[in-house]
């Protein structure tokens, strides 16, 4: 099986519903309960056989099951880091029925514990081992940048401590803060640290200060796309191979940038037609006909903007930012099935409040 018969497995939905996969949960779920609350054998009798379960359903939702402190057990639906799976995971979360003993929710809370800790890699990371500071950027003065010290920093295992910070972060703060309020992490140690640390107890206010600014600022901008301008690029990459661009250049100056910070990226895979990488004419159409769609269900008066596309050897990616991701991540799985018997492809979204991944495309 080729990588393009992979990728259309990838992209078609399952047939079974969320209903089937709760009435099946419900027959098991006492048996369930008694496993989690005994602790005996829980990967063996609950994990290895609920997560089969799980992926016939949402293949890229992941969970977490615990006792509660009222003694229910907890099943927690993750997308585990990727932005276009958070819908899937809280529509499995709503569609849950009402169970004895079981509550059921989407995306990582907050801890509420104060003496919440975590270990990995042989260290430990808690509220009292790690501080911060904002960096602040004058370009870009509504990013948040944050540099977290950790006491027990060394070098050589900067990769393992930022992994540690973030998981931690991601279980203290909650998987919707983390999404949602910060744009980039980094971790250092307490040497030469000449900026004023601040207590980590104190991260949660600052986040909901600086998201109280951010949504006062840019609740009300739209784009106004009547005067939108595009170039045409071509250029070479790595290999020698061919890309042609098409951007908007006209929006790269826009002052409002940041208030659509979700870049959509729209993932054409097709086979080349010749030694050039490009498409053929009937893949080309195919490709404008979608992107006619997406221009009319994602309008900017909504909140998105159209900003372009690049063709590089068999793949087209097709860029939009968007004020939001799950109203769009909703209407593109629906254009992806719609258009499944003539293009192969996916989608993911990534952060970029101010687009510094097409600056590249700005002209002087």
Same mark, same amino acid.
């Given at each position: ?11 078609s ?10 009435n099946?949960f419900?027959?098991?779920a006492?048996?369930?309960y008694?496993i ?8 063996e009798?609950f *994990?290895?056989v ?5 992926t016939?359903v949402?293949p890229?939702?992941?969970f %977490?099951v +615990?006792?509660e402190?009222?003694q229910?057990a907890e099943?927690?639906?993750t997308p ?6 958070v819908l ?7 569609s849950?029925p009402?169970i ?6 989407a995306?990582? /809370?907050?801890s509420?514990?104060i003496n919440?800790?975590?270990r ?9 081992n790690?501080k911060?500071?904002p960096?602040?950027h004058?370009?870009y003065p509504d990013?948040?940048d944050l540099k ?6 060394h ?6 401590i930022?992994n +540690? *910070?973030f998981?931690f972060?991601d279980?203290f703060?909650g998987?919707?803060?983390?999404i $949602?309020?910060i ?6 140690g ?9 207590s980590l ?6 986040l *909901?200060?600086?998201e109280?600014?951010?949504v006062?600022k840019?609740q009300d901008?739209r784009?106004d796309?009547?005067?939108d301008?595009?170039a045409?690029? #071509?250029?070479?990459?790595? +290999?020698?191979?061919?890309i042609?661009s098409?951007f908007? !250049?006209s929006?790269?100056?826009w002052?409002?940038?940041a ?5 959509l990226v729209?993932?054409i895979h097709?086979? /080349?037609e010749n030694?050039?990488?490009f498409?053929?004419s009937?893949t080309?159409n195919? *490709?404008?006909k %979608? #992107?006619?769609?997406?221009?009319e269900?994602?309008p900017? #008066?909504?909140?998105y903007?159209?900003?372009g596309?690049?063709?590089?050897d +068999?793949?087209r990616?097709t860029f939009i ?7 769009a991540t909703q209407?593109i799985d629906?254009? $992806? !099935?719609k258009?499944?018997q003539?293009?192969i492809?996916n989608?993911?979204f990534?952060?970029?409040k101010y687009w510094?991944s097409f ?6």
């Amino acid at each position: 099986m080729g990588i393009f018969d992979d990728l259309a497995l990838s992209t078609s939905k399952n047939n079974n519903t969320y209903q089937n996969f709760w009435n099946w949960f419900e027959i098991h779920a006492q048996e369930f309960y008694e496993i989690i609350k005994s602790g005996n054998q829980v990967e063996e009798r609950f *994990i290895n056989v609920f997560a089969p379960e799980l992926t016939k359903v949402e293949p890229e939702v992941f969970f %977490l099951v +615990g006792i509660e402190d009222d003694q229910k057990a907890e099943l927690i639906f993750t997308p585990d880091g990727r932005i276009q799976n958070v819908l899937w995971a809280e529509k499995l979360a709503n569609s849950a029925p009402e169970i004895p003993n079981w509550k059921f929710r989407a995306l990582k /809370p907050a801890s509420n514990n104060i003496n919440f800790a975590i270990r990995m890699h042989d260290l430990n990371f808690d509220r009292d081992n790690i501080k911060f500071y904002p960096v602040i950027h004058e370009a870009y003065p509504d990013k948040i940048d944050l540099k977290f010290v950790y006491d027990h920093y060394h070098e050589e295992s900067h990769d393992d401590i930022l992994n +540690g *910070i973030f998981i931690f972060l991601d279980n203290f703060l909650g998987e919707e803060t983390m999404i $949602q309020c910060i744009d980039k992490i980094d971790v250092i140690g307490p040497q030469n640290v000449h900026e004023e640390l601040i207590s980590l107890d104190k991260l949660k206010d600052y986040l *909901i200060w600086r998201e109280k600014e951010f949504v006062e600022k840019y609740q009300d901008v739209r784009h106004d796309p009547s005067n939108d301008n595009f170039a045409a690029f #071509e250029g070479t990459v790595e +290999g020698n191979k061919t890309i042609l661009s098409t951007f908007n !250049t006209s929006i790269l100056d826009w002052e409002f940038k940041a208030s659509h910070p979700w870049i959509l990226v729209i993932m054409i895979h097709y086979q /080349p037609e010749n030694d050039n990488g490009f498409p053929s004419s009937e893949t080309y159409n195919s *490709i404008a006909k %979608l #992107e006619d769609d997406i221009e009319e269900q994602l309008p900017a #008066e909504k909140g998105y903007i159209f900003l372009g596309s690049e063709t590089i050897d +068999g793949l087209r990616e097709t860029f939009i930012a968007c004020r939001e991701f799950r109203d769009a991540t909703q209407i593109i799985d629906q254009l $992806q !099935t719609k258009y499944s018997q003539e293009l192969i492809m996916n989608f993911e979204f990534y952060k970029d409040k101010y687009w510094q991944s097409f600056e590249r495309y700005q002209i002087d």
